[in-house]
């Protein structure tokens, strides 16, 4: 499934007009939402990395890594305006709008996108730049040019694009890579499937109009809800190593624990709820507590660092020395 | 040339208003995060 055999229904301004949008725009086109929880989870592996990092040098890091996440929303949003505009999602986004003209969103993604791996480069940490880089290119080649209209795994390999931010950030401020930063980006990684296929349960119209191989238009809805069944499985197992790893302590594990039975229970559902309305709110419902679950995971991993609770159980995990 | 009307011109103006935000935003923290080097963790050392 080539880009050509998808119809475009562009207006005339997002393929060859003017940008006519205002600063806002350009906001938009770097898809803040996704951003903040690239600089949260950033943070995270910032302030659980060992050895100490200036705040200044925190806060320019933080500032270089969401710049690099914003760049590549905007240049997945400069070659997806095609299918973007036959989605109703994000039929609404600028360029299909017609509110900032494509090639502008591809030369202001570039310039971004490279702004930020040399600033982040030059003033905290090459290593750090490196993953940024490979990162945007991880999105924008591999993900989104390649396997986004190919493949029903799409998500599944490209969501490593998304979870390799909270790696960055440990890179940022310790220069290093090691076993726990992997841990952060196995929570991401396994997170990402159930999370984007909860949404294509009840969005699959769209893109079976887009032309997009999301699982539930390629393999059906019932090997969907049994994949993010095996995914939350897996998910929860993982969220439970911080501890293993000496990253976080009882109290972080306790919540892991309990949101994990969250998780669980929503994905349980939507495998159990197959038809109607039913099967599209629990759907829906997993989509929105997965957002708060990983956000509630990270803010674990920070409260238990940041609150000294790791001290209370012996550095190494409860099996440690 | 072509002629834009005034919400063009307004959208424009926000556009390059935003654009020299972010370039002084990044001299400054260009130059802060220089001196934080330069300073080499003097705030820090014992007196």
Do not use: C, D, K
């Given at each position: 499934m080539g880009k050509s055999s998808v119809d475009t229904s562009l207006s005339p301004a997002s393929l060859g007009g003017a940008t006519r949008g205002d600063a806002l725009d350009f906001v938009a086109l770097m898809k803040p939402r996704v951003m903040s929880l690239v600089v949260f989870t950033a943070f995270v592996g910032l302030v659980l990395a060992p050895g100490p990092l200036h705040p200044v040098l925190a806060v320019a890091a933080l500032v270089t890594i969401a710049a690099g996440a914003g760049a590549?929303?905007?240049?997945?949003?400069?070659y997806d305006a095609d299918i973007d505009a036959l989605m109703t999602r994000t039929a609404r986004r600028p360029i299909p709008a017609g509110r900032i003209a494509r090639g502008d969103a591809l030369g202001f993604g570039a310039t971004v996108a490279a702004g930020s791996v040399v600033a982040l480069g030059i003033l905290v940490d090459?290593?750090?730049a490196g993953l940024l880089a490979f990162t945007i290119g991880f999105y924008l080649f591999?993900?989104?040019m390649w396997l986004k209209r190919r493949t029903p795994q799409n998500i599944v390999i490209g969501g490593?694009?998304?979870?390799?931010?909270?790696?960055v950030g440990w890179a940022a401020a310790s220069g290093t890579l090691g076993v726990e930063p992997l841990i952060l980006f196995l929570i991401v990684f396994l997170?990402?499937?159930?999370?984007?296929?909860?949404?294509?349960l009840y969005r699959a119209g769209d893109y079976m109009r887009a032309g997009v191989p999301m699982l539930p238009v390629v393999a059906g809805k019932d090997e969907t809800r049994r994949q993010i069944l095996i995914y939350s499985l897996a998910l929860v197992a993982v969220s439970l190593a911080p501890q293993w790893a000496g990253l976080a302590g009882i109290v972080y594990s306790v919540f892991a624990g309990l949101l994990g039975a969250g998780y669980l229970f929503a994905a349980g559902r939507v495998f159990a709820r197959r038809e109607g309305e039913a099967a599209d709110q629990a759907a829906r419902a997993l989509f929105r507590y997965s957002i708060v679950y990983l956000f509630g995971i990270f803010l674990a991993l920070l409260a238990d660092q940041g609150l000294g609770l790791s001290s209370l159980v012996p550095r190494g995990g409860m099996w440690g020395a | 040339m072509t002629q834009l009307d005034d919400e063009e011109i307004r959208r424009r103006r926000s556009r390059s208003i935003a654009i020299a935000l972010i370039l002084g935003a990044l001299v400054v923290l260009f130059?802060?995060?220089?001196?934080?080097?330069?300073?080499?963790?003097?705030?820090?050392?014992?007196?």
């Open positions: 590549s929303g905007a240049l997945n949003m400069w090459w290593l750090a591999v993900y989104t490593a694009a998304g979870a390799l931010p909270p790696v997170w990402t499937p159930s999370h984007f296929w909860a949404l294509a | 130059y802060i995060v220089t001196m934080v080097r330069m300073s080499g963790g003097i705030a820090e050392r014992a007196l």
